[in-house]
Structure formats: structure tokens, C-alpha cells
């Protein structure tokens, strides 16, 4: 079944411990990308890959990092995680046409940070 | 920068009823134009889509059409169902402007009560 599979579902931390949340898509897709959900905010893009070894800043990266080291997976990092990054975090993937057919997103990564 | 406006919500409907969601977009390019559906719990999941002006996107009963003229992607259906109880998100693409990222509106919530 063609999907995002992103791990955890749930996760509960502490101020400055760092963490990762993974992401891995089986489609073969080219582009990959991370998002944000807050209440009134709609999804905010925080970064995205083009392909391998390729990434950019969206439009809220700060406190984030990623990387690109394979085709499938791509994983996002808060190195030192602070109550304002509270958020429901989705990951989604396309190929290079999902501007014009769509993305697929994961199920999405409640994340609390206390 | 590009942009996209929806109606707020909660919007609550009877089962039967008439669903209108409106969407506005502005951008510089010639985006692609999208709604989204995240049931409770969920991901998001593409629900529609059109490419080019005055085409319409439909799925399961769910209609938007693609107006240039008012920059919109409205939202219709003309008989919801308990079922269709879901945050819905309008969203816009541009392959030529920001890496062909994914706006989002805000998202409209919609309660069908039975």
C-alpha cells in the first residue's frame, strides 16, 4: 500500500531534550516536505526536499533541522525542543507532479513539549 | 505571497443538507487549486483538485470549480452526511513560485448532526 508512514504518533517531552520524529514514504517520491498544524494557523510549511541531499527552508524552520539522506526517509530533528513547538506535525510526499496531482500525508505526530 | 483565505467554522449542517465552503485564493502565478479533508484523527487526505481555470474537481459528492475571474475554489455538496463530519482545507500549488509548496487556508470545520 503506497503511503507516509511517520513515527511517533504521540510523544510527550521536556524543554530541551532533543528528539526526532521520522518520516518514510514507499512511492519513490522526489519531494518531501514537513508542515506544521495550529489552531487558526492552517499547515505551515517548516522544510522541504527536493531529492537526496537536497532541502530548503519553508516558511517556519526555526528550531527545526532535517536531512536527506535517502530517498525515502526524512526525518525531522528539534535539537532543543521548547513549549512553542506544541504542534501536530504532518509529513508529505509527492513526485515532482504533486504540485498539479496532489500530496500524500502521513497520519500525523502529536508532539507536546513541557 | 500567495495566499488562501476560507470561511471560518465551525459550520454546523443537518444531515441532507446543502454544503457550501467558501475559498479564495490570490496568487501571481497560475496555481493549482486543492481541498483537502482531515477527519477526526486522521491525516489529511486529498479530496479534490483542478489544474486550470474552469475546470471542476469532483469526489464523493463533493464539487468545486476553478474561477479566475473571482480567484475562487468554493466547496458544494448537495446532500452531507453524518459522515462528512471533517476539518476541510483549501490549498493552492504553484509549480513555478516557492518550489511548488502547498498553501493552506485555515481550515473550515463542518458538523453534520444527524
Known amino acids: 500500500e503506497a503511503q507516509v508512514t511517520q513515527n511517533p504518533r504521540y510523544l510527550i517531552t521536556v524543554t530541551g531534550k532533543k528528539l526526532t520524529v521520522t518520516c518514510s514514504q514507499n512511492?519513490?517520491?522526489?519531494?518531501m516536505s514537513w508542515y506544521r498544524q495550529d489552531p487558526g494557523l492552517g499547515l505551515r510549511q517548516i522544510y522541504y526536499?527536493?531529492?537526496?541531499?537536497?532541502?530548503d527552508k519553508g516558511d517556519v524552520p526555526e528550531g527545526y533541522k532535517v536531512s536527506r539522506k535517502e530517498k525515502r526517509n526524512f526525518p525531522l530533528i528539534l535539537e532543543s525542543p521548547s513549549p512553542n513547538q506544541t504542534s501536530l506535525y504532518f509529513c508529505?510526499?509527492?513526485?515532482?507532479?504533486?504540485?498539479?496531482?496532489?500530496?500524500?500525508f502521513g497520519s500525523g505526530t502529536r508532539l507536546t513539549v513541557v | 505571497g500567495d495566499s488562501v483565505t476560507q470561511m471560518e467554522g465551525p459550520v454546523t449542517l443537518s444531515e441532507e443538507a446543502f454544503l457550501t465552503i467558501n475559498c479564495t485564493y490570490t496568487?501571481?502565478?497560475?496555481?493549482?487549486l486543492f481541498w483537502y479533508v482531515q477527519y477526526p484523527g486522521e491525516g489529511l487526505q486529498l479530496l479534490l483538485k483542478?489544474?486550470?481555470?474552469?475546470d471542476k474537481g469532483s469526489n464523493k459528492g463533493f464539487e468545486a470549480t476553478y474561477r479566475k475571474e473571482t480567484t475562487s475554489f468554493h466547496l458544494e455538496k448537495g446532500s452531507v452526511q453524518v459522515s462528512d463530519s471533517a476539518v476541510y482545507f483549501c490549498?493552492?500549488?504553484?509549480?513555478?513560485?516557492?518550489?511548488?509548496?502547498?498553501?493552506f487556508g485555515q481550515g473550515t470545520e463542518l458538523s453534520v448532526k444527524p
Open positions: 496568487a501571481t502565478g497560475y496555481p493549482s
Open positions: 490549498a493552492l500549488s504553484d509549480p513555478y513560485n516557492q518550489g511548488g509548496k502547498l498553501i
Open positions: 508529505a510526499s509527492s513526485s515532482l507532479t504533486g504540485q498539479i496531482y496532489g500530496y500524500t
Open positions: 483542478a489544474t486550470k481555470a474552469d
Open positions: 526536499s527536493m531529492n537526496v541531499e537536497v532541502t
Open positions: 512511492m519513490n517520491h522526489e519531494y
